[in-house]
Nanobody, 124 residues
Framework: VQLQASGGGLVQPGGSLKLSCTPF????????IAWFRQAPGKEREGVSC????????YYVDSAKGRFTISRDNTKDTVYLHMNSLEPDDTAVYYC??????????????????WGQGTQVTVSS
């Protein structure tokens, strides 16, 4: 399985972006897929996760109500819709995948495969 993350860019405060994570491989629907982010000088933190049963989790309080994670099984893609973006959302965003049938987790160490990261910059 490989992961490809895309959709980052430069956006003004209050704007929106949609990140995409496409795992190439089998058993897409049976894996938890999460988004993490890492800002300069800070530790990588879990943002959101979607489980094999499509339960969703949001780990950053400031993102609740603004970010939405979803899965499109017809396209084998997981999305992170980000609205009302703020400068503090500026970071490299990574998608990551857990092993088969594992539950969501906010810990980076629980994920065994990572995408290459996509830069999100929120600035006027």
């Amino acid at each position: 399985v490989q992961l490809q993350a895309s959709g980052g860019g430069l956006v003004q405060p209050g704007g929106s972006l949609k990140l995409s994570c496409t795992p190439f491989g089998e058993e897409f629907n049976a894996r938890s897929i999460a988004w993490f982010r890492q800002a300069p000088g800070k530790e990588r933190e879990g943002v959101s996760c979607i489980s094999p049963g499509d339960n969703t989790y949001y780990y950053v309080d400031s993102a609740k109500g603004r970010f939405t994670i979803s899965r499109d099984n017809t396209k084998d893609t997981v999305y992170l819709h980000m609205n009302s973006l703020e400068p503090d959302d500026t970071a490299v965003y990574y998608c990551a995948i857990r092993k088969y049938r594992s539950a969501c987790s906010r810990s980076p160490g629980d994920y065994y495969l990572w995408g290459q990261g996509t830069q999100v910059t929120v600035s006027s």
